[in-house]
Nanobody, 121 residues
Framework: QVQLVESGGGSVQAGGSLRLSCAASRYTYIMGWFRQAPGKEREGVAVIVRDGSLRYSDSVKGRFTISRDSAKNTVYLQMNDLKPEDTAMYSC??????????????????WGQGTQVTVSS
């Protein structure tokens, strides 16, 4: 079992920045961030794999950066140039399966409670 604790959400104006953090109770093969806006499906935002491989959704590429501190079992999501369409509940996820840099939620077995990000125009 893995416990995930997220922090760093909040409200910001368009063009601003936020940094999300997620601390895991142990190391896992893959960690990532997903988001879900009201009335929309969950979307994979960014993932980072044990070997350092990264993957981003097209909607955040060039604006968001995922990183990982393996010594602290913590993953970060630096979000720059935020847009109102980035408003969503952001959830940290982790998995032990060797699935590569997957953005499929079904490849992640552990989930955090989520942290709200609200971007106003």
């Amino acid at each position: 079992q893995v416990q995930l604790v997220e922090s760093g959400g909040g409200s910001v104006q368009a063009g601003g920045s936020l940094r999300l953090s997620c601390a895991a109770s142990r190391y896992t093969y893959i960690m990532g961030w997903f988001r879900q806006a009201p009335g929309k499906e969950r979307e994979g935002v960014a993932v980072i794999v044990r070997d350092g491989s990264l993957r981003y959704s097209d909607s955040v590429k060039g604006r968001f950066t995922i990183s990982r501190d393996s010594a602290k079992n913590t993953v970060y999501l630096q979000m720059n140039d935020l847009k109102p369409e980035d408003t969503a509940m952001y959830s940290c996820a982790a998995g032990d399966g060797w699935v590569g840099a997957s953005l499929r939620s079904s490849d992640f077995g552990y989930w955090g409670q989520g942290t709200q990000v609200t971007v106003s125009s």
